[in-house]
T-cell receptor, first 106, second 113 residues
C-alpha cells in the first residue's frame, strides 16, 4: 500500500530564513512524486513533478529534489506570500501526505 | 483561460439524502479526478475519468460514484449521506499527455447534518 509522510507538520520561519520540507514515501511503483501548494479555502496548486532519483526542479524560491525514498522542498529566502500548506503525493492514485503548514513571518 | 469550475460551492444536506456535485474541467482537458479532503484524513483520491471511462478508483464505498460526459464535464454522486461525508470535494483536470499535472478547482464544501 502506498504511503506518504511529511515533516514537519508545521513550520514557522522569519522572512528570509531558508529551510526544507520533507516528504517520505513507500510506493509499489513510482509514477512520479508531486508537490502542491494549498492556500486556505482553495484547491491545491501544482508546483513540481519529479520522476527519478537525483532529479531537481526549481521555481522562484522553491527547489524540489528526489531520492529513492524521499523528496525535499527547499525554500530559499521565503517571503510571507509563501505561507501555505505544502502537499506531496505519489502513486497511480495520487496518495497525498498530510502536508506541512508553512508560516512565513514578516 | 478559465480554470476548473465546481458547482455548487457550498451544500448542506441531511443524513440519508443523496447529493450530486458537478465539475467542468479546463477547456481541452479530458482527464478528471475527484478527491475528498477532511481535516482528519487529508486529501484522498476518489476516482479518475478519461473519455467517459473510469480509469482508477480509490478506496471508498459504493455510495460514492461518478461519471464523465462526452464534453469531459464530470459529476460525482454520494447516496445515503452519512455525517462522515462532510468534507471539501475537489475536482482536478489534466491534459491527455500531461495527466500528472493536475489543475484543481476550488471545491464544493459539503456539510451533512
Amino acid at each position: 500500500e502506498d504511503q506518504v509522510t511529511q515533516s514537519p507538520e508545521a513550520l514557522r520561519l522569519q522572512e528570509g530564513e531558508s529551510s526544507s520540507l520533507n516528504c517520505s514515501y513507500t510506493v509499489s511503483g513510482l509514477r512520479g512524486l508531486f508537490w502542491y501548494r494549498q492556500d486556505p479555502g482553495k484547491g491545491p496548486e501544482f508546483l513540481f513533478t519529479l520522476y527519478s532519483a537525483g532529479e531537481e526542479k526549481e521555481k522562484e524560491r522553491l527547489k524540489a529534489t528526489l531520492t529513492k525514498k524521499e523528496s525535499f522542498l527547499h525554500i530559499t529566502a521565503p517571503k510571507p506570500e509563501d505561507s501555505a500548506t505544502y502537499l506531496c503525493a505519489v502513486g497511480q492514485n495520487f496518495v497525498f501526505g498530510p502536508g506541512t503548514r508553512l508560516s512565513v513571518l514578516p | 483561460k478559465a480554470g476548473v469550475t465546481q458547482t455548487p460551492r457550498y451544500l448542506i444536506k441531511t443524513r440519508g439524502q443523496q447529493v450530486t456535485l458537478s465539475c467542468s474541467p479546463i477547456s481541452g482537458h479530458r482527464s478528471v479526478s475527484w478527491y475528498q479532503q477532511t481535516p482528519g484524513q487529508g486529501l484522498q483520491f476518489l476516482f479518475e475519468y478519461f473519455s467517459e471511462t473510469q480509469r482508477n478508483k480509490g478506496n471508498f464505498p459504493g455510495r460514492f460514484s461518478g461519471r464523465q460526459f462526452s464534453n469531459s464535464r464530470s459529476e460525482m454522486n454520494v447516496s445515503t449521506l452519512e455525517l462522515g461525508d462532510s468534507a471539501l470535494y475537489l475536482c482536478a483536470s489534466s491534459l491527455i499527455y500531461r495527466e500528472d499535472e493536475q489543475f484543481f478547482g476550488p471545491g464544493t464544501r459539503l456539510t451533512v447534518l
